[in-house]
C-alpha cells in the first residue's frame, strides 16, 4: 500500500475499533461472550487479508501494513483473534493456499507428522476457544509443512489467559488436516512473525496506557489540584512515556526491517530484540501507569487493566524476554566481543 | 482531549553514510592501536591530541561544516556515524569533542565572520579544543541565573565570576563563556550573552576539580577582572539564552547518551565466554536489546532531524533513557559475571572494568541536563505543565 492508502486504512481502523471494540465487548469476551458481529464486520473490512496477495482472495498490502494495523488494534485492545487469524492467512498463503473466512489461530510448538497426520500438544494457543482452525508449520527432515487442522478434529482444553481471552492446550491425537503444503515459512520463522505480531500490538496498548495515564492525571483533583500538577506525578509520567518509547520504537524498527528483508527471513535479529524490549519493559508501564491512577485504575470498571493485563500476557506470548534474549545473547557471546557493535549496527545476530 | 503521539519512524542510513562508517571503522582499526591513551577504557571524553589531528586529517571533524572553513559539507547524518563509529570503538575523541559537536556549529550559527575564518579551520584539522562554560557554584540546572558578570569597558568587557565543571579547561584553547552583560541576576533570560575565551588571558585561573573517581577532568574557572576584547562576543548582547538553549539541543540527541561504555558490554561477552548458561544469555541477551532499542530511538531523531523537524521530546526521552541504561548495565554486568565468568582471573579483571564503571554511572544522569530536568521537558511535552 501506499503511505496514503496506509493512512486512510489505519484512520478507518482506529474508529472502526473505537465505535466497535469498546469496553463492553472487552468485558463481554472475558465472560465467554464472542462478539459474533465485530468479527463479522472485520472479515468485512478484509483486516485479517492484509499482506495476503490479491489473487489468493487476500486485500494485497505488505507485511509492515499488516503490523501497522495490528498496532492500531492493540491500541483498543480488540478482543478477538486479528492478529492470529491474519497471520494463519498469511502463512497459508505462503504456502500456496487459500484463507478460509472464521476465526483462526497459529500453534506454534512442537508438533510431528506420521504420513499426513498431525500428533502433539501446545499450550496456550491463543483464541483456541473460538478458533474453527489450527495453522501449524511442522518441521521433519529439514522439511517445513504446513498444515490446517480443523477445531473439530483437536481436543481443546480451555485455560482463558489473564486478559481473559480463550486460550487453550489443543492436543493433536493424530489429527486429519485439511490442508497441508510445503510451507517456504520455517516453524521458527513463523515464531518470529507472530512475536513481531505481539510487539506490534504491545506497542499500540503501551501508547493507550500512556495516554489513559496522562488524561486522568489531567482531570484527576486533589489537595485542590490537578494531580498532573504534581512534579512527583509528572516525572511518574514522563518516565512512563520514555519506556512507551521504547517500545513502540523497537515494534516499528522490527517492522520495518522484517517488512524490507522477506515474509521468509527479514529482521530476524530486530524481531528477536524488539519483543525482548516490549516485553522487558512491559512491567514498568503497568507499574508506572497503575501508580499514576491509584486504586481506580486497579478497578475492574475501568479500561486501564485491559490494555495492563493484556501487556503481561502478551509479553509471555510467542517468547518472552527471556527466550528472546537467550537467543540473542547466545549469539553474541558466540561471536566474541570484538563482532558486538558490527552486529548491533547492522541490525543482525552476531554469529 | 488527546496527548501528542509518539512516533519513532525508523529510518536508515543512507548509503553514503553507510559507506563513510566503512571507511571509518578500516581506520580506526589500523590506527587506534597506536595511540597512547591514558584510558585503558577510553570514550568520548578521553582526551587525545593526537588521535583528534589524525581524524581531522581525515576530514572527519566539522564534517558537516561548509567547504570555505575547512569542512567537507557533508551531512548531519555522515556525521552520526562517524560519531557512532567513535562511541562503538571507544576512541579517544576528549580534545575535540565538544568543539566538533557543539562549539563549532555554534560559531558557524551566530559567530562573526573573524571568528569563524580563526577558530573553524582549526578545529576541522583537529588542532583547536573547547571547554563549555556554562554552570556556576551557584547555577546548575537552573542555568538562568549565572552571576558571571561581563562589565562593558572600552574596547571589550571586564569579566568576573566564576564557573565550575568545566571540563578540559586545563588542556582545551577556548571557553564559551555565559556571562551577564546587562541587567540584573533576576533578569533571568534577559541580558545573557555568550563570550569566546582564550583560556590563557590574563586574569582566568583554572583550578582542578577532581572527581570521585581520581580523575581531573572538570576545573573551576575564575575570572577576575579579565579583560575580553569586544570581538569575541559571540551573536548579539543579550541573545546569550537563546544560543545557548540551541546550544543545548546538540548535548541532548546524540549517541554519546547510550553508548559511553559499551566496553562494559563487550568486556562481558568476553568473560562470559562462548558459550554461557542459558540464563547468563538470556541476560546478556537483554542488556543487547536494549541498546538497539536505543540505537533505533536516536536514528529515528535523527532521520526527524534531518526531515526539517525538532523532536526536542523525542531526544529528551533517548537521553533519558540511555544514560539510565548506562548506569544499569555495569550492575546487571557485574552480578551476571561473578556468577558466570569463564574464570577466576577474567572474573577479577572484569570486577575492575565494572567497578570503574559504576563509579562513574552518576555522572551520565546529571551532565548536559539531569534526569529530573529532562522529564520536566517531557512532561511540558505532555502537556503537563
Same mark, same amino acid.
Given at each position: 500500500?501506499?503511505?496514503?492508502?496506509?493512512?486512510?486504512?489505519?484512520?478507518?481502523?482506529?474508529?472502526?475499533?473505537?465505535?466497535?471494540?469498546?469496553?463492553?465487548?472487552?468485558?463481554?469476551?472475558?465472560?465467554?461472550?464472542?462478539?459474533?458481529?465485530?468479527?463479522?464486520?472485520?472479515?468485512?473490512?478484509?483486516?485479517?487479508?492484509?499482506?495476503?496477495?490479491?489473487?489468493?482472495?487476500?486485500?494485497?498490502?505488505?507485511?509492515?501494513?499488516?503490523?501497522?494495523?495490528?498496532?492500531?488494534?492493540?491500541?483498543?485492545?480488540?478482543?478477538?483473534?486479528?492478529?492470529?487469524?491474519?497471520?494463519?492467512?498469511?502463512?497459508?498463503?505462503?504456502?500456496?493456499?487459500?484463507?478460509?473466512?472464521?476465526?483462526?489461530?497459529?500453534?506454534?510448538?512442537?508438533?510431528?507428522?506420521?504420513?499426513?497426520?498431525?500428533?502433539?500438544?501446545?499450550?496456550?494457543?491463543?483464541?483456541?476457544?473460538?478458533?474453527?482452525?489450527?495453522?501449524?508449520?511442522?518441521?521433519?527432515?529439514?522439511?517445513?509443512?504446513?498444515?490446517?487442522?480443523?477445531?473439530?478434529?483437536?481436543?481443546?482444553?480451555?485455560?482463558?489467559?489473564?486478559?481473559?481471552?480463550?486460550?487453550?492446550?489443543?492436543?493433536?491425537?493424530?489429527?486429519?488436516?485439511?490442508?497441508?503444503?510445503?510451507?517456504?515459512?520455517?516453524?521458527?520463522?513463523?515464531?518470529?512473525?507472530?512475536?513481531?505480531?505481539?510487539?506490534?500490538?504491545?506497542?499500540?496498548?503501551?501508547?493507550?496506557?500512556?495516554?489513559?495515564?496522562?488524561?486522568?492525571?489531567?482531570?484527576?483533583?486533589?489537595?485542590?489540584?490537578?494531580?498532573?500538577?504534581?512534579?512527583?506525578?509528572?516525572?511518574?509520567?514522563?518516565?512512563?512515556?520514555?519506556?512507551?518509547?521504547?517500545?513502540?520504537?523497537?515494534?516499528?524498527?522490527?517492522?520495518?526491517?522484517?517488512?524490507?528483508?522477506?515474509?521468509?527471513?527479514?529482521?530476524?535479529?530486530?524481531?528477536?530484540?524488539?519483543?525482548?524490549?516490549?516485553?522487558?519493559?512491559?512491567?514498568?508501564?503497568?507499574?508506572?501507569?497503575?501508580?499514576?491512577?491509584?486504586?481506580?485504575?486497579?478497578?475492574?470498571?475501568?479500561?486501564?487493566?485491559?490494555?495492563?493485563?493484556?501487556?503481561?500476557?502478551?509479553?509471555?506470548?510467542?517468547?518472552?524476554?527471556?527466550?528472546?534474549?537467550?537467543?540473542?545473547?547466545?549469539?553474541?557471546?558466540?561471536?566474541?566481543?570484538?563482532?558486538?557493535?558490527?552486529?548491533?549496527?547492522?541490525?543482525?545476530?552476531?554469529? | 482531549?488527546?496527548?501528542?503521539?509518539?512516533?519513532?519512524?525508523?529510518?536508515?542510513?543512507?548509503?553514503?553514510?553507510?559507506?563513510?562508517?566503512?571507511?571509518? *571503522?578500516?581506520?580506526?582499526?589500523?590506527?587506534?592501536?597506536?595511540?597512547?591513551?591514558?584510558?585503558?577504557?577510553?570514550?568520548?571524553?578521553?582526551?587525545?591530541?593526537?588521535?583528534?589531528?589524525?581524524?581531522?586529517?581525515?576530514?572527519?571533524?566539522?564534517?558537516?561544516?561548509?567547504?570555505?572553513?575547512?569542512?567537507?559539507?557533508?551531512?548531519?547524518?555522515? *556525521?552520526?556515524?562517524?560519531?557512532?563509529?567513535?562511541?562503538?570503538?571507544?576512541?579517544?575523541?576528549?580534545?575535540?569533542?565538544?568543539?566538533?559537536?557543539?562549539?563549532?556549529?555554534?560559531?558557524?550559527?551566530?559567530?562573526?565572520?573573524?571568528?569563524?575564518?580563526?577558530?573553524?579551520?582549526?578545529?576541522?584539522?583537529?588542532?583547536?579544543?573547547?571547554?563549555?562554560?556554562?554552570?556556576?557554584?551557584?547555577?546548575?540546572?537552573?542555568?538562568?541565573?549565572?552571576?558571571?558578570?561581563?562589565?562593558?569597558?572600552?574596547?571589550?568587557?571586564?569579566?568576573?565570576?566564576?564557573?565550575?565543571?568545566?571540563?578540559?579547561?586545563?588542556?582545551?584553547?577556548?571557553?564559551?563563556?555565559?556571562?551577564?552583560?546587562?541587567?540584573?541576576?533576576?533578569?533571568?533570560?534577559?541580558?545573557?550573552?555568550?563570550?569566546?575565551?582564550?583560556?590563557?588571558?590574563?586574569?582566568?585561573?583554572?583550578?582542578?576539580?577532581?572527581?570521585?573517581?581520581?580523575?581531573?577532568?572538570?576545573?573551576?574557572?575564575?575570572?577576575?577582572?579579565?579583560?575580553?576584547?569586544?570581538?569575541?562576543?559571540?551573536?548579539?548582547?543579550?541573545?546569550?539564552?537563546?544560543?545557548?538553549?540551541?546550544?543545548?539541543?546538540?548535548? *541532548?540527541?546524540?549517541?554519546?547518551?547510550?553508548?559511553?561504555?559499551?566496553?562494559?558490554?563487550?568486556?562481558?561477552?568476553?568473560?562470559?565466554?562462548?558459550?554461557?548458561?542459558?540464563?547468563?544469555?538470556?541476560?546478556?541477551? *537483554?542488556?543487547?536489546?536494549?541498546?538497539?532499542?536505543?540505537?533505533?530511538?536516536?536514528?529515528?531523531?535523527?532521520?526527524?532531524?534531518?526531515?526539517?523537524?525538532?523532536?526536542?521530546?523525542?531526544?529528551?526521552?533517548?537521553?533519558?533513557?540511555?544514560?539510565?541504561?548506562?548506569?544499569?548495565?555495569?550492575?546487571?554486568?557485574?552480578?551476571?559475571?561473578?556468577?558466570?565468568?569463564?574464570?577466576?582471573?577474567?572474573?577479577?579483571?572484569?570486577?575492575?572494568?565494572?567497578?570503574?564503571?559504576?563509579?562513574?554511572?552518576?555522572?551520565?544522569?546529571?551532565?548536559?541536563?539531569?534526569?529530573?530536568?529532562?522529564?520536566?521537558?517531557?512532561?511540558?511535552?505532555?502537556?503537563?505543565?
Amino acid at each position: 500500500m501506499d503511505r496514503e492508502t496506509r493512512d486512510m486504512l489505519l484512520e478507518t481502523a482506529t474508529r472502526f475499533f473505537a465505535e466497535r471494540a469498546g469496553k463492553d465487548v472487552v468485558n463481554g469476551v472475558e465472560k465467554g461472550v464472542w462478539p459474533a458481529d465485530l468479527w463479522r464486520e472485520i472479515e468485512e473490512m478484509g483486516l485479517p487479508l492484509i499482506a495476503v496477495p490479491e489473487e489468493q482472495d487476500g486485500v494485497g498490502g505488505t507485511l509492515a501494513d499488516l503490523m501497522a494495523m495490528l498496532r492500531v488494534a492493540g491500541e483498543h485492545a480488540v478482543p478477538v483473534p486479528v492478529a492470529e487469524t491474519a497471520l494463519a492467512n498469511l502463512l497459508v498463503a505462503a504456502a500456496g493456499g487459500k484463507p478460509a473466512g472464521g476465526p483462526s489461530t497459529v500453534a506454534l510448538g512442537e508438533l510431528s507428522l506420521q504420513g499426513n497426520r498431525v500428533s502433539g500438544k501446545v499450550a496456550r494457543v491463543p483464541f483456541a476457544g473460538v478458533a474453527e482452525r489450527f495453522v501449524a508449520i511442522i518441521t521433519a527432515g529439514g522439511k517445513s509443512t504446513l498444515v490446517v487442522v480443523p477445531r473439530d478434529a483437536v481436543a481443546i482444553e480451555d485455560t482463558p489467559s489473564h486478559a481473559g481471552e480463550p486460550y487453550g492446550t489443543v492436543t493433536f491425537d493424530g489429527a486429519m488436516p485439511e490442508f497441508s503444503a510445503a510451507s517456504p515459512v520455517s516453524a521458527g520463522r513463523a515464531l518470529e512473525l507472530a512475536a513481531l505480531a505481539r510487539a506490534m500490538q504491545m506497542a499500540g496498548a503501551a501508547d493507550k496506557v500512556l495516554a489513559t495515564a496522562t488524561e486522568y492525571c489531567k482531570q484527576r483533583v486533589q489537595f485542590g489540584r490537578p494531580i498532573s500538577t504534581f512534579q512527583a506525578i509528572q516525572h511518574m509520567l514522563a518516565e512512563l512515556a520514555s519506556c512507551v518509547a521504547a517500545t513502540i520504537a523497537s515494534a516499528e524498527s522490527a517492522s520495518r526491517d522484517a517488512d524490507e528483508g522477506g515474509l521468509e527471513k527479514g529482521g530476524s535479529f530486530s524481531i528477536a530484540a524488539a519483543k525482548t524490549q516490549c516485553s522487558d519493559f512491559a512491567h514498568r508501564i503497568a507499574a508506572l501507569s497503575h501508580q499514576s491512577m491509584g486504586a481506580m485504575g486497579f478497578t475492574h470498571e475501568h479500561i486501564l487493566h485491559h490494555y495492563t493485563r493484556r501487556l503481561w500476557v502478551w509479553r509471555r506470548d510467542f517468547g518472552s524476554e527471556s527466550f528472546w534474549g537467550e537467543k540473542i545473547g547466545e549469539s553474541f557471546a558466540r561471536a566474541g566481543k570484538d563482532e558486538l557493535w558490527p552486529a548491533l549496527s547492522e541490525s543482525r545476530y552476531a554469529a | 482531549m488527546s496527548i501528542p503521539k509518539l512516533e519513532f519512524p525508523p529510518f536508515h542510513l543512507p548509503a553514503e553514510a553507510e559507506a563513510l562508517r566503512g571507511e571509518v *571503522r578500516a581506520f580506526l582499526k589500523e590506527t587506534l592501536p597506536k595511540i597512547q591513551s591514558e584510558d585503558r577504557f577510553a570514550s568520548w571524553n578521553t582526551p587525545s591530541p593526537e588521535f583528534s589531528r589524525a581524524l581531522g586529517a581525515k576530514g572527519w571533524l566539522g564534517i558537516t561544516w561548509p567547504k570555505q572553513y575547512g569542512g567537507a559539507e557533508r551531512s548531519f547524518l555522515d *556525521r552520526l556515524v562517524v560519531t557512532e563509529e567513535l562511541l562503538g570503538n571507544s576512541a579517544p575523541a576528549g580534545s575535540h569533542w565538544v568543539a566538533d559537536r557543539q562549539s563549532g556549529p555554534l560559531l558557524l550559527k551566530f559567530g562573526t565572520e573573524q571568528q569563524r575564518q580563526a577558530i573553524l579551520p582549526r578545529i576541522v584539522r583537529g588542532e583547536c579544543y573547547f571547554s563549555i562554560g556554562m554552570s556556576e557554584p551557584d547555577s546548575g540546572s537552573d542555568l538562568a541565573s549565572v552571576r558571571t558578570r561581563a562589565e562593558p569597558v572600552p574596547g571589550g568587557f571586564r569579566v568576573n565570576g566564576t564557573k565550575v565543571w568545566t571540563s578540559g579547561a586545563h588542556r582545551n584553547h577556548y571557553c564559551i563563556t555565559l556571562v551577564r552583560t546587562s541587567g540584573q541576576h533576576g533578569d533571568r533570560h534577559k541580558g545573557l550573552s555568550q563570550l569566546l575565551v582564550d583560556l590563557k588571558t590574563p586574569g582566568v585561573t583554572i583550578r582542578p576539580i577532581i572527581n570521585l573517581a581520581g580523575r581531573h577532568d572538570w576545573n573551576e574557572v575564575t575570572f577576575s577582572d579579565a579583560f575580553i576584547p569586544e570581538d569575541c562576543l559571540i551573536g548579539n548582547e543579550g541573545d546569550g539564552w537563546l544560543q545557548v538553549t540551541s546550544e543545548l539541543a546538540f548535548e *541532548r540527541s546524540g549517541p554519546e547518551r547510550f553508548m559511553q561504555n559499551v566496553y562494559v558490554l563487550r568486556e562481558l561477552v568476553r568473560v562470559l565466554g562462548r558459550q554461557p548458561a542459558k540464563r547468563a544469555s538470556a541476560i546478556l541477551g *537483554r542488556l543487547i536489546a536494549r541498546l538497539w532499542t536505543l540505537r533505533q530511538m536516536s536514528t529515528a531523531v535523527a532521520g526527524m532531524m534531518q526531515g526539517g523537524k525538532s523532536p526536542a521530546i523525542e531526544a529528551s526521552l533517548v537521553k533519558d533513557l540511555g544514560t539510565i541504561y548506562q548506569q544499569d548495565l555495569p550492575e546487571i554486568a557485574r552480578t551476571l559475571a561473578e556468577s558466570d565468568a569463564t574464570t577466576e582471573d577474567d572474573l577479577a579483571d572484569f570486577l575492575d572494568v565494572a567497578q570503574y564503571a559504576s563509579m562513574m554511572a552518576p555522572s551520565y544522569t546529571i551532565q548536559g541536563g539531569t534526569t529530573q530536568v529532562l522529564r520536566g521537558i517531557v512532561a511540558r511535552g505532555l502537556g503537563l505543565r
